[in-house]
């Protein structure tokens, strides 16, 4: 009782530097148990798959050997695992954007297509001097992703159209009508196999391979785009007046309305913003993977955001490390494949795995709770 | 255009209307019950994936069309309740874990088939069997009527069929009362004693038991294998119709026939100078303007019910 009365009682006195100390590592501790959960999650799916292996009565060991080293046995594999992890850091940011607002646009693999597209008509028949060959595009594309992303984010947040079945019709649209260009419009006449011009010269994102003397495939500048765009994405969210009301919004969004923000714009523009984002992958797998446009250039990568952002808890900051990480098990999937004949198709049934332990709240909450129990006893 | 009338009224095309509506009303029936149970599944899709893997394997080995057919659907089921018990018990997201599902679907089946075939793309290279077609006796010899309602796969009439049974199911009988007023709302559903857990179970499991029929039908009726992503977005196009048909079976239903007549004619129209990825858009965009008239005129309902609401006040 005598204690409740001293002075130094928090409740009676507040002492400013103590309580930004206690906050502080209050969310050191909430960011270690966020990435141990991850961990964990990615740890016991890998596990799961190898089980998968072993019942099946594959070799499980060499399989995990070609999957977990495979990406840095030789450089050029190694290549391939920069040039994936660049468009997947790209549209794990997109989702990102979203995802913050608690809205799920799938839209991802469809606005690529549309940047890529839009870039390429520039960069293919239009000269122009070197980086405004590259910076002209860029900007063309993300004002085509802003506004194929508007279109769902408008149809939900105004008529309250679900944006899962939205965003999936136009990606089939796009995809259609993308495949419609290759074939009549893009394609030279009279050429053996489906595919454009090279872009031009100076629309070329520079190989890192030529950069560092190094056969590094086709990884190019582009994972440097990659990361700026981790820091303009994390300002956004983190530092302007537009990511706090999508933070808002995604904490409650009845308390973001009566608080007198327009949801309904917020919540489009998020959509947009997406698509913008997504967008500039689409450059990338133009201008710096392919250097022209090839039949189905975004295949594959269709759900690949989701995971990325997911794994990063919707942190830009995070988005790079968990995009290399996807990527590194993504072409560790493709050697694997070569090397030890197990299907590529592990891969998503990890990935599907992963999903659904990062979103069983319950398994979250239980290891929250069993560390603050740890925490007190200690 | 002539070209194209004359293919849209015969008898030929009515019939294969209905062949391609049947992947996408069994489905959309089952999406309708969870989404009328408040628990909108997404993973139709995955789940007519597993349904139609399963069901094309177990019809190869046991050599009898009937146990591809329990075993595709048990499957399904099994699928769906996966779902419920992610969304339930672990409180994952049910949007986040059906995609989850659905990809686990894509890459799980193939995953067993190239184990079992060494081949990639399907099962082209075993033989499976088939549901049944049925000829109607009497029905079959009625000039154009015949040709349209008799001979159609078993499933295509266990599709409509379903239309009729999930509406009595709805809205003349208890279980479907109480399921429709868990999703309604389901704090008053159990202020009234209403078990609404087993109701939300029961509404995906049921959505699990309608596309796995559809995706029974799709790799045991409309073709005679499985093939990687066969199901190409029906899931989705399903989840359309229903919103389309404003949430009653009836309305799922020429939702569906809808779509389906647009897939037919997209079929149809391919051999006409039209470039076919544009045909083929048709459902695509048919499924996107739909959203948006749907909600238009969800808004209007409810501007005129606050209207309403208004006058009774002012009087």
Request: aromatic residues 8%.
């Amino acid at each position: 009782m005598a204690a409740t009365l001293t002075p130094t009682n928090p409740s009676q006195s507040f002492d400013r530097q103590a309580e930004q100390a206690r906050v502080r590592s209050e969310r050191r501790r909430t960011a270690v148990i966020d990435l141990a959960v991850t961990l964990g999650t990615v740890v016991l799916s890998l596990a799961l798959a190898f089980l998968v292996l072993l019942i099946l009565g594959k070799d499980p060991v060499k399989a995990f050997t070609a999957l977990l080293t495979g990406p840095l046995s030789r450089i050029n594999r190694t290549g391939r695992w920069i040039e994936d992890a660049t468009t997947l850091i790209i549209i794990g940011l997109s989702v990102t954007i979203a995802f913050r607002a608690r809205q799920f646009s799938l839209g991802a693999l469809g606005q690529m297509y549309v940047g890529a597209t839009v870039a390429a008509i520039l960069m293919i028949y239009v000269p122009m001097p070197p980086v405004i060959a590259i910076a002209v595009p860029i900007v063309a594309a993300m004002a085509a992703g802003f506004l194929i992303g508007l279109l769902p984010g408008l149809m939900k947040s105004y008529l309250g159209a679900n944006e899962i079945v939205s965003t999936l019709m136009l990606n089939e649209i796009i995809v259609r009508f993308y495949d419609y260009l290759m074939t009549n419009v893009f394609t030279p006449k009279g050429a053996q196999a489906l595919r454009s011009e090279l872009v031009q010269p100076n629309s070329m994102l520079a190989r890192l391979g030529d950069l560092f003397k190094a056969n590094l495939g086709r990884s190019n500048i582009g994972i440097v785009f990659a990361l700026v765009l981790v820091v303009v994405v994390w300002v956004l969210l983190a530092r302007t007046p537009f990511g706090y009301e999508v933070r808002t919004i995604g904490a409650n969004e009845r308390f973001a309305r009566y608080g007198g923000i327009n949801t309904k714009r917020t919540i489009a523009l998020a959509f947009a913003l997406g698509g913008a984002v997504a967008s500039v992958a689409g450059v990338h797998l133009l201008a710096g993977v392919h250097q022209r446009l090839i039949p189905g250039i975004a295949a594959g990568l269709g759900f690949e955001g989701i995971v990325v952002a997911l794994l990063a808890r919707n942190n830009p900051l995070l988005v790079p490390i968990t995009g290399l990480f996807y990527s590194y098990l993504r072409v560790g999937g493709e050697i694997m494949e070569q090397e030890a004949s197990v299907g590529i198709e592990i891969v998503q049934v990890i990935q599907a795995v992963i999903i659904l332990l990062l979103t069983a709240q319950v398994l979250v909450d239980w290891v929250k709770t069993r560390n603050r129990r740890l925490a007190d006893r200690g | 255009m002539d070209q194209v009338l004359h293919v849209v009224f015969s008898a030929t095309f009515i019939a294969a209307v209905l062949r391609v509506t049947t992947p996408i009303v069994l489905p959309a029936l089952g999406g309708l019950i969870s989404e009328l149970g408040g628990v909108g599944n997404i993973a139709l899709e995955g789940i007519m994936l597993v349904a139609a893997c399963t069901g094309v394997l177990i019809s190869v080995y046991t050599k009898s069309e009937w146990l591809g057919l329990v075993a595709g659907v048990l499957m399904a089921i099994l699928f769906a309740l996966l779902l419920a018990f992610f969304h339930l018990e672990l409180r994952a997201d049910l949007i986040l874990s059906a995609i989850a599902l659905n990809i686990l679907a894509s890459g799980g089946t193939i995953f067993v088939v190239f184990l079992l075939t060494k081949d990639k793309s399907g099962t082209s290279t075993l033989i499976s069997k088939q549901m049944p077609f049925i000829q109607i006796p009497v029905v079959k010899d009625i000039p154009v009527i015949g040709e349209i309602v008799s001979g159609q796969n078993l499933l295509t009439y266990v599709a409509l069929l379903a239309t009729a049974a999930v509406a009595i199911f709805l809205y003349r009988t208890r279980p479907g009362v109480h399921l429709r007023a868990v999703g309604e709302n389901p704090e008053a559903a159990r202020s009234v004693g209403i078990n609404v857990r087993f109701n939300q179970y029961l509404a995906l499991g049921l959505s699990g038991l309608l596309a796995g029929l559809g995706g029974i039908y799709l790799s045991m009726g409309y073709v005679k294998f499985f093939a990687r992503d066969m199901t190409a977005g029906r899931g989705f196009i399903a989840l359309a119709a229903i919103y389309l048909g404003g949430k009653t079976p009836l309305g799922t239903l020429i939702a569906a026939l809808v779509f389906g007549a647009a897939d037919a004619l997209s079929v149809q129209l391919g051999n006409l100078r039209i470039p076919s990825q544009f045909v083929q858009m048709i459902p695509y965009v048919a499924t996107l303007i739909s959203l948006v008239v749907y909600a238009l005129i969800q808004r209007q309902r409810v501007l005129q019910r606050q209207r309403r609401f208004r006058q009774a006040q002012t009087v």
